[in-house]
């Protein structure tokens, strides 16, 4: 009984060459890893958030209970505590992101848990490590996660579970498209009442949907460097609310689109510099608010578009003002063989949230009340922030 | 008398301090220059198209005679021989340009002529030498204008002056665009009669406007590098006839926009590769058909916009095809201290073209009709060549 008294905590060895699989339809997918060997190491079962077609996710989804599933030599099975849901997880339920993991599948790609048990040949985690997804894949909404050791990134046990939840999507594209576009320069980042005689003044960058959790992101770690930030939000109830606590943050400037309809968009900046850098997840209109404050030779990324609408820009833009626009896409950035560099950022953003110098809205919402989080993320119900499941 | 022996041809040294204007506005800029010192070696008069205000160029333009203008020490007197009418030449005019002349103005930025004369501390020009205008400076379309040395160039006589007198800012750009953004690999440029089994693929670009002097250099340039061209022109008449001169020019592929609006254009590739690079003189839908053709991860560079209709992008186009746009604007590489760099790229265009390699089509008229010539740069008499006045 040697064999058994090994077995980490809560899992169990199956001595059978098959298991149940419930209602779920038996998929090569599904059925590759829910045929036990002899002697296996099992996950619990896991109660998941599971879509079998592409559609609106809403109505495509369902929570399932799935059976037990091997836990290879090199996996690891994680207890899930927290997973948000992004916008780009609605659209890969949808099928209409390039993401597309084989049907039936789980929802989410972000998230953090606990060790629940570990494989074989596993010697880096044990039960009880708090680990994140690192790098994002398949399937998080579900109490259960078992994957390869190289998805799982141990972290610091002190780390508040939402923030770790959250860290390695929105925070990390902040983090990047203030660093991969533009040199900017630093400034003087001491508080005024100590400030010297010699005060260094950092770049500016602009970016609309400055409300998003990119968008509060990008304005704190601007700020940590003495990067002015130019933040337009949109015209709707409570936008002063939304301004303020902006400012809060760090936030230069906030501006309501409709604020920024004058003829010399320039004028508004007062003793903020004209931006190098501007960021654009939103689209038509708002991006080429963006566009109006960029300086000479400046640069916009595009990261979403949140108003379904495409960026439109004059000729003159290009040639006289000589503007560059790109694109800005974490997946692609993750998968070019960075994830320990990858890693070390999130250690670091991990550092700033412990230390109160990075913070984000979101609401925690019982595993249970999934589907309203679901319909909140859909906009069904107005503006809402991130919703993030708790298991 | 010695003084007046060593006068260069037919200039004319003044002994009193006034000269005539003519009907010409007394305006500082004019004066300033019109006021010869004692003994000043003076020009010939001068014919001019000269606009005194900004407006539509063929009501605001006026053929005029100039008087005899100061040659300084270090100015060079030429007489035009030849000078095209651009897009840009028409838009200074109309005032709608960053480039802003003082007025009044004598039309035109690029030309070629003979030295006739030159100030007492010219060295390296002599009359009778074959010049152009480089780097492009205002007022061209006159028969002889006389500035620094600086702005003139000393080619081979065997240089056809309608060449000589149009490669500095269209064959330029083109070259320059080639070069300046995308690394794009060479490919084999033998015949296929004497091809090795080893045949390199050189990469290819796409581009609109292809009938224009641009699209027609970027056409052969590319072509001596043994890279693919992508060609699309505008639906027309004639269309097919302009489709077989490009690609007696060495165009790969040439489509009219009707023909591109298929779903899958890249179906329409055949054995072309993907293009890295894109040019775009059009805006509108013709610009979004060069972005549709672009390979992932390319560049669409914007250097005209003939359509006058601004640039649209997906937002998909930024974040899932990581394509990137920017512009290229050739005042701006030449006025980056690059006169001498330049010049080494015009001779090198100069020699293709003598030995017939680098061709395109102009229209010469005599400048005594050069109302017309601007009535057909204008596209008052539907789609033209470029206009060269021969002087």
Same mark, same amino acid.
Not at 24 to 27: G, M
Not at 265 to 271: F, I, R, T, W
């Given at each position: 009984m040697d064999l058994l008294s090994s077995t980490p905590l809560a899992c169990a060895r199956f001595v059978t060459l098959k298991t149940t699989h419930g209602a779920?339809?038996?998929?090569t997918h599904f059925l590759r890893s829910r045929f036990? =060997?002899?002697?296996a190491l099992m996950s619990p079962p896991s109660t998941a958030v599971l879509?079998?077609?592409?559609?609106p996710p809403d109505t495509v989804t369902k929570l399932v209970e799935l059976p037990p599933v091997e836990i290879k030599a090199n996996d690891v099975c994680v207890k899930m505590l927290a997973s948000p849901i992004h916008p780009s997880d609605l659209n890969i339920i949808e099928g209409v992101y390039p993401v597309r993991p084989p049907l039936p599948a789980v929802g989410g790609r972000e998230g953090v848990g606990e060790v629940h048990c570990v494989g074989s040949?596993?010697?880096g985690f044990s039960p009880g490590d708090l680990v994140m997804m690192s790098p994002p894949s398949d399937g =998080?909404?579900?109490t259960h996660v078992v994957k390869d050791q190289s998805f799982w990134h141990k972290i610091d046990k002190d780390t508040p579970v939402e923030y770790a939840a959250t860290v390695s999507i929105n925070p990390l594209t902040a983090l990047r498209m203030l660093e991969d576009f533009v040199d900017l320069k630093s400034g003087d980042t001491m508080?005024?009442?100590?400030?010297?005689v010699l005060v260094i003044t950092g770049d500016a960058i602009v970016q609309n949907g400055a409300t998003s959790m990119v968008g509060q992101c990008v304005i704190q770690l601007a700020k940590l460097r003495g990067i002015h930030t130019i933040n337009i939000i949109r015209d709707r109830t409570g936008s002063d609310k939304a301004k303020e606590k902006l400012k809060n943050l760090g936030a230069d400037e906030v501006y309501t689109e409709s604020q920024i309809?004058?003829?010399?968009?320039?004028?508004?900046?007062?003793?903020?510099?004209?931006?190098?850098l501007g960021f654009n997840c939103v689209g038509g209109k708002a991006a080429t608010l963006v566009l109006k404050f960029l300086r000479q030779g400046g640069t916009m990324v595009t990261y979403g578009g949140m108003a379904k609408k495409p960026v439109t820009v004059s000729t003159s833009a290009f040639i006289f003002k000589d503007l560059s626009l790109t694109g800005f896409y974490l997946q692609k950035w993750i998968s070019s063989d960075k994830t320990q560099e990858c890693r070390e950022m999130l250690d670091y953003l991990l550092g700033l949230i412990r230390e109160g110098k990075l913070k984000y809205d979101m609401e925690l919402v019982p595993f249970s009340e999934s589907h309203m989080a679901l319909d909140k993320s859909l906009g069904k119900l107005g503006s809402q922030p991130k919703q993030v499941i708790k298991f």
């Open positions: 779920l339809p038996k998929s036990p =060997t002899f002697s879509y079998e077609n592409h559609g040949a596993i010697q =998080t909404w579900q508080s005024s009442d100590i400030k010297h309809d004058v003829k010399n968009v320039k004028s508004l900046l007062a003793n903020v510099p004209e931006p190098a």
